[in-house]
């Protein structure tokens, strides 16, 4: 067992020396992948997915998209300038996009480059519902959640091949090795990745909610706009325990108390009046 111990002992070796400081919540995050390795990665997808899909120009929608993107962008540079974090978004290359697909979706490639479908536009209904949807996905690539996926995918491959060597050392025969191999698949997922995914999910909602207060937008559109995504979902969503995201109701509660807070952190940059 001695090399299934150096295996866990190497993870963890690993994820104690490459961490970083989330500035929007203080807390060390794992970064096994340096974003010198994952932003032209990210870059260099994002422009294949731009040229294999329909990029709407031009239109009132797509602008409407680059300005409200700039508008969150604008105000994040603010809030993190304004904590001691100058020069945090040096690498980053803000990109904002509006693509021809039905699909009720949008989301941001680590260091800022943005794709919002058109099918989530009649659920936005506005600029402050689009705000809300685009300070969230920024919120994810400020607070690299990218990195911390995959940091976190890496440190599960180690933990599954400690698994497999020390099945092996103890004569465990193949079936039986394969059935302890499938439940650590399984019980990484659902106690370790799945609940992370969603804790980035409720810090982007967060930051995210912060950031748009901070653009000028209301926050208590947030609140209104997932009641409308819970609409358009018929009320139908996979058991919390069993998703990447929180749940409707769960969004909506957090952002209905997480307002007030996020005026607040507007006032402190002068922002007084709300777009909503």
């Known amino acids: 067992m001695k090399i299934n111990k150096l295996i866990v002992l190497l993870g963890a070796v690993l994820a104690f020396q490459a961490c970083t400081k989330n500035p929007f919540t203080g807390k060390k995050t794992l970064a096994l992948v340096p974003n010198s390795e994952i932003l032209p990665m990210a870059f260099e997808q994002y422009d294949q ?27 994040a540079e603010r809030w993190l300038n304004a904590n001691g974090y100058q020069g945090y978004l040096e690498d980053y290359r803000w990109e904002y996009n509006l693509v021809q697909d039905e699909t009720v979706n949008a989301w941001c490639m680590p260091g800022g480059k943005i794709v919002v479908y058109t099918g989530i536009l009649p659920i936005t209904q506005d600029e402050a ?11 994810h ?27 092996q050392a103890a004569g465990v025969d193949e079936q039986t090795a394969g059935y302890f191999n ?50 358009n979902s018929g009320g139908q969503s996979t058991p919390e325990f069993m998703s990447t995201h929180p749940s409707n109701d769960t969004r909506i509660n957090n952002l209905e108390s997480w307002a007030d807070e996020a005026r607040a952190e507007a006032q402190k940059f002068g922002v007084t009046t709300f777009k909503n």
């Open 49 to 75: 997915f731009l040229n294999e899909n329909k990029v709407v120009t031009g239109s009132a929608d797509a602008i409407m998209v680059k300005n409200v993107g700039q508008k969150i962008a604008t105000a």
């Open 129 to 139: 519902g689009l705000a809300v949807v685009m300070g969230h996905e920024v919120a």
């Open 141 to 167: 690539a400020l607070a690299n959640h990218g990195q911390q996926r995959m940091s976190a995918t890496q440190l599960q491959q180690v933990g599954a091949a400690a698994t497999a060597i020390g099945a």
């Open 182 to 231: 499938t439940a650590y698949g399984i019980g990484s997922q659902v106690g370790v990745l799945l609940p992370f995914s969603r804790s980035h999910e409720t810090e982007a909602d967060k930051i995210g909610l912060n950031i748009m207060a901070i653009a000028g937008y209301d926050p208590d559109e947030a609140a209104d706009l997932w009641r409308r995504m819970k609409a």
